[in-house]
């Protein structure tokens, strides 16, 4: 699947708009850390990881991989690739 980002928005966010079922408790918050993904190719075109985003992972056991990313934090500015299970497409 394919989803297009718009500058400066989540990836998150992003999937929501275009109706996609994302996991998610907190809402895009950094709360939970449901969200993460694993980016599989294009990672020099995500953004920097910021101390709310680094804080969740190390609450979550994932800050030591740094292909785990929070996609209600990670924004994006070329192409790609990430593996999320539990995304459903739009109906």
């Known amino acids: 699947m394919v989803i297009g980002v718009w500058p400066d928005e989540p990836v998150l966010a992003a999937a929501v708009r275009e109706g996609y079922r994302w996991p998610s408790v907190c809402g895009g918050e ?5 969200c993460f993904v694993k980016v599989q190719d294009g990672a020099e075109h995500t953004s920097a990881i910021q101390s709310r985003e680094r804080t969740r ?12 990313r929070l996609a209600c934090q990670m924004r994006i500015s070329g192409a790609v690739t990430v593996f999320k299970r539990g995304v459903r497409k739009p109906a």
């Open 30 to 34: 950094a709360m939970c850390g449901t």
């Open 57 to 68: 992972l190390r609450f979550i056991g994932r800050a030591e991989d740094p292909t785990v």
